[in-house]
């Protein structure tokens, strides 16, 4: 991705030249309501916008379709652009579509929350999930411009910052040891807490890893770190229509995958790192009062996950692969694990 993409500061956003290409906007329908950033009022009050319910519900053929049916019935073609506003589920969403209408028109992501941020509006993939699968029909594609402003964040409520705290500790925990330890002395709802600085480390770390691995061959496997067992538990909370959101599930997953890594570690110190590390992020998910989405993650069996993680897309030759750490900022990818490796790292973790 160019460096141009990126735009942190977004007073410039809603310049829009008249001209041959319109604008259409997808949002988070919680904008219907909720109060604006003054910066972008322009954007609802000027073009035509489509609303969407957002939450993993919405990532769905269905959904898809009833966009691109609006985009049809307002005339937009492939020369016109898209503006997606929201958090990761309405982003992943407004991309694909924007990706397949017409074979693919230009689109702007505005990403609304802290995990949007920094990660979801991240790396050009995109998706739907189909067969009680995340994720399983979807494009790499860039968007045209991706407006991180962190004024939204006062939008939110208090477990939409955790679900973006566990994706923004993830980059750290794979990439940036000294980020990793500025966040462990840190809770999500800090007064102080210097947003614009965070989010710009976060973003950037991410942007560092796809901008060398845009198709995931290689490096970009990494940022899966927690997600195969947080995919899984995702899934399984989607079968028995259990609210678990994305960021507390791949907390969950980072929890169990660190006390995989500490198995495999030779050195004391550095075991004991992972461990700690382990021990933090669950200090953050019970602490905020979660109690009930830590309680039934924790007490889900092992077996019913593994069955998910085999389907997951980034395995090959039925073996399931995961992302260990070798130390704090240091991942491997594409390393097996078995099942009674899993179970045994699950038992332990909880």
């Known amino acids: 991705m160019s460096e141009n993409r990126y735009q942190y500061n977004p007073s410039a956003l809603v310049q829009y030249k008249q001209g041959e290409s319109n604008y259409f906007v997808i949002s988070d329908a919680v904008f219907e309501s909720l109060p604006v950033p003054t910066a972008y009022t322009e954007l609802f009050n000027r073009f035509h916008v489509h609303w969407v319910i957002a939450g993993e519900a919405c990532k769905s053929m269905q959904r898809a379709q009833e966009i691109w049916q609006w985009l049809d019935s307002v005339n937009a073609t492939r020369f016109d652009t898209l503006i997606i506003i929201g958090g990761g589920t309405t982003t992943d969403l407004g991309a694909f579509v924007a990706s397949t209408y017409k074979r693919g028109l230009n689109f702007i992501l505005i990403p609304t929350?802290?995990?949007?941020?920094?990660?979801?509006?991240?790396?050009?993939?995109?998706?739907i999930?189909?067969?009680?699968?995340?994720?399983?029909?979807?494009?790499?594609?860039?968007?045209?411009?991706?407006?991180?402003?962190?004024?939204?964040?006062?939008?939110?409520?208090?477990?939409?910052?955790l679900n973006g705290w566990m994706e923004l500790s993830k980059h750290a925990l794979v990439g940036?040891?000294?980020?990793?330890?500025?966040?462990?002395?840190?809770?999500?709802?800090?007064?102080?807490i210097n947003w614009d600085k965070l989010v710009k480390?976060?973003?950037?770390?991410?942007?560092k890893i796809i901008e060398s691995d845009f198709r995931e061959t290689g490096e970009r496997k990494i940022l899966n770190f927690g997600h195969t067992i947080g995919h899984a538990l995702e899934s399984v909370a989607a079968l028995s229509k259990t609210p678990l959101d994305h960021g507390f599930a791949v907390g969950v997953g980072m929890i169990v995958s660190l006390q995989w890594s500490a198995s495999r570690a030779d050195d004391a110190s550095?075991?004991?790192?992972?461990?700690d590390a382990a021990r933090q992020l669950q200090k953050w998910l019970v602490n905020e009062g979660n109690g009930d989405p830590w309680h039934w993650s924790t007490s889900q069996n092992p077996s019913e996950l593994w069955s998910f993680m085999l389907r997951d897309k980034k395995n090959t030759s039925n073996a399931v692969l995961d992302i260990p750490l070798v130390r704090i900022g240091?991942?491997?990818?594409?390393?097996?694990?078995?099942?009674?490796d899993f179970e045994t790292v699950w038992g332990a973790a909880f």
Do not use: Q, Y
Not at 176 to 192: C, G, I
């Open 270 to 275: 550095n075991k004991g790192a992972l461990c």
């Open 176 to 192: 940036d040891e000294l980020l990793w330890k500025e966040l462990r002395n840190l809770t999500p709802h800090d007064s102080d």
């Open 113 to 127: 929350t802290l995990l949007g941020m920094v990660d979801a509006a991240i790396g050009g993939k995109n998706g």
């Open 330 to 340: 240091e991942a491997h990818w594409d390393c097996p694990l078995e099942k009674l």
């Open 129 to 161: 999930n189909f067969n009680g699968l995340k994720n399983s029909i979807g494009t790499f594609t860039e968007p045209s411009k991706i407006a991180i402003d962190s004024t939204w964040l006062k939008t939110l409520p208090k477990r939409e910052v």
């Open 201 to 207: 480390a976060g973003s950037s770390i991410k942007r």
